[in-house]
């Protein structure tokens, strides 16, 4: 299972951390993907990471403001954003794609099978 956390509501401008907490032993085979949801819009990868934490990807709108993490000896993997912009207000979502046996950042939706609850991130201008 995976546990999302961190989300709030935050100035234009500012900063929130999220965090995913996975209570499997396994999580470190795991490459791993933060993903959100707008009212209205299909879900996006926002930023992945692969399972040893060498390799990242990013997309257009998030790079150079977020940064994504994690630590395998305590099965986390986080999401630093900063300069955030009312456009960033989503449900953040953390996923596993537990069934690519390489480590690679995975970008495709399709591939991640296990998710977390969501978590909230209101950005107000």
């Known amino acids: 299972q995976l546990q999302a956390s961190g989300g709030g509501l935050v100035l234009a401008g500012g900063s929130l951390r999220l965090s995913c907490a996975a209570s499997?032993?396994?999580?470190?085979?795991?490459?791993m993907g933060w993903f959100r949801q707008a009212p209205g819009k299909e879900r996006e990868l926002v930023a992945c990471i692969s399972r040893s934490g060498g390799s990242t990807y990013y997309v257009d709108s998030v790079k150079g403001r977020f940064t994504i993490s994690r630590d395998n000896a305590k099965n986390t993997v986080h999401l630093q954003m900063n300069t955030l912009k009312p456009e960033d207000t989503a449900v953040y979502y953390c996923a596993a794609a537990s069934k690519i046996a390489i480590d690679v950042p995975v970008v495709l939706l399709y591939e991640y099978d296990y998710w977390g609850q969501g978590t909230l991130v209101t950005v107000s201008s």
């Open positions: 499997e032993r396994t999580f470190s085979s795991y490459n």
